[in-house]
């Protein structure tokens, strides 16, 4: 089960599961296509401004039930905001700056963010996140925001793959234990 990995493990698991499907299809054995990035993603994911405070990204977060927000300034993209970051930087504003003080922006100010194309081939997504142990990739078409792809969505997908394999014609998975 994804939950019991961490995450560049499932990541890694889906990744070897993806190469397989895709070794497969170049020899012959079955007629599939591989799947792309567009297929598996969240698309239109919640956003927020680099402006706003990180209090309103945590509220955000809780209100929508999300880890990560795709950060934007004047309908831009600019960067990748995790849970991780909001209370990393909690703990060390804790003696001094209010964290409805401090914006978004200034904790994204020195970190890039893995960006990715609608249109991505979803195995190289993944063997990217899994050798980079990220969490999660913005996505993008004609450079605008279009979607996020998370850990969660790939441990989804693989546990639907899996289902369709091991359990064909089940209506409902197995509870998660």
Do not use: W
Not at 57 to 83: F, Y
Not at 155 to 177: K, N, S, V
């Amino acid at each position: 089960m994804c939950l019991n990995l961490s995450r560049a493990g499932a990541l890694n698991a889906f990744c070897k599961l993806v190469q397989y499907v895709h070794t497969t299809v170049r020899l012959g054995v079955a007629v599939l296509k591989e799947p792309l990035l567009k297929s598996i993603m969240t698309p239109f994911p919640y956003s927020i401004a680099s402006t706003a405070s990180l209090t309103e990204a945590r509220e955000m977060m809780q209100e929508h039930g999300v880890r990560h927000l795709p950060v934007t300034s004047s309908h831009q993209l600019t960067g990748l905001l995790d849970i991780n970051d909001i209370d990393s930087e909690t703990g060390k504003l804790a003696g001094g700056t209010d964290p409805g003080q401090a914006t978004v922006k200034e904790v994204l100010a020195e970190r890039g963010y893995y960006s990715v194309d609608l249109d991505q081939p979803l195995h190289a997504v993944l063997r990217e996140m899994a050798h980079e142990h990220l969490s999660a990739a913005v996505v993008t078409t004609h450079g605008r925001l279009a979607g996020i792809f998370t850990a969660t969505d790939a441990c989804r997908a693989f546990a639907d793959h899996l289902d369709r394999q091991f359990r064909p014609g089940e209506d409902e998975p197995p509870e998660a234990a």
